[in-house]
């Protein structure tokens, strides 16, 4: 069975930095998509960032661009999403996500196939 389980969540305040961590089971992310996505109330899941296995790619929303840095622990099967220069507007739940391929492929956070529980980030004006 496959599992995410993030953690690292919690409250901040604007300018500070958190680091969630994303443990994957059940299967080996050799040639998966593993993403970043939040979920603020009342608005969409948005993609954050991606992680591609196989290759090492990745990706950023515009929104994050310079600020939060994804990287991955092959060894560990952990995945990490260091953010920096935290704003009020990241205030989110953000979830990991997987999906088998390369995140150029992800068009859309629908085409993930397996999600984390989520961790709450919140940050403070």
């Known amino acids: 069975e496959v599992q995410l389980v993030e953690s690292g969540g919690g409250l901040v305040q604007a300018g500070g930095s958190l680091k969630l961590s994303c443990a994957a089971s059940?299967?080996?992310?050799?040639?998966?998509?593993i993403g970043w996505v939040r979920q603020a109330p009342g608005r969409e899941r948005e993609g954050v960032s991606c992680?591609?296995?196989?290759?090492?790619?990745?990706y950023y929303a515009d929104s994050v661009k310079g600020r939060f840095a994804v990287s991955s622990d092959k060894a560990k099967n952990t995945m990490y999403l260091q953010m920096s220069s935290l704003k009020p507007e990241d205030t989110a739940v953000y979830y990991c996500?997987?999906?088998?391929?390369?995140?150029?492929?992800?068009?859309?956070?629908?085409?993930?196939?397996?999600w984390g529980q989520g961790t709450q980030v919140t940050v403070s004006s």
């Open positions: 992680i591609s296995s196989g290759d090492g790619n990745t």
């Open positions: 996500a997987a999906a088998q391929g390369n995140c150029i492929m992800i068009d859309s956070v629908l085409e993930y196939d397996y």
């Open positions: 059940g299967f080996t992310p050799d040639d998966y998509a």
